[in-house]
């Protein structure tokens, strides 16, 4: 059983940046593909970004291509996320998940197998 501990969220003005961190309790999850997904109020979850074992390759969702970045770092089982010139419409709870199918890549919430329980990253106007 991995569990996985985001970090890093906050209340940021538009156009700010933030760094999410998602630390592992198993180092099997170097082994696994890592994700970021991320759940608005009222909405549902939706895919962000993912990162195969090796970190790489990485897939993003379109509205973040260019703006965000997924890294880890195997040594310290962390994955990243860094977000830039964030806007109001990236306002939501943040979540890291670990896909233990090591390809392909998955984009599907169903597609991963442990998730951690999220931090809010709100940006304002």
């Known amino acids: 059983q991995v569990q996985l501990v985001e970090s890093g969220g906050g209340l940021v003005q538009a156009g700010g940046s933030l760094r999410l961190s998602c630390a592992a309790s198993e180092r099997t999850f170097s082994l696994y593909v890592a994700g970021w997904f991320r759940q608005a109020p009222g909405k549902e979850r939706e895919f962000v970004a993912a990162i195969n074992k090796s970190g790489i390759i990485t897939y993003y969702t379109d509205s973040v291509k260019g703006r965000f970045t997924i890294s880890r770092d195997n040594a310290k089982n962390t994955v990243y996320l860094q977000m830039n010139s964030l806007k109001p419409e990236d306002t939501a709870v943040y979540y890291c998940?670990?896909?233990?199918?090591?390809?392909?890549?998955?984009?599907?919430?169903?597609?991963?197998?442990?998730w951690g329980r999220g931090t809010q990253v709100t940006v304002s106007s």
């Open positions: 998940a670990a896909d233990t199918k090591t390809w392909p890549i998955g984009r599907l919430v169903d597609e991963y197998d442990y």
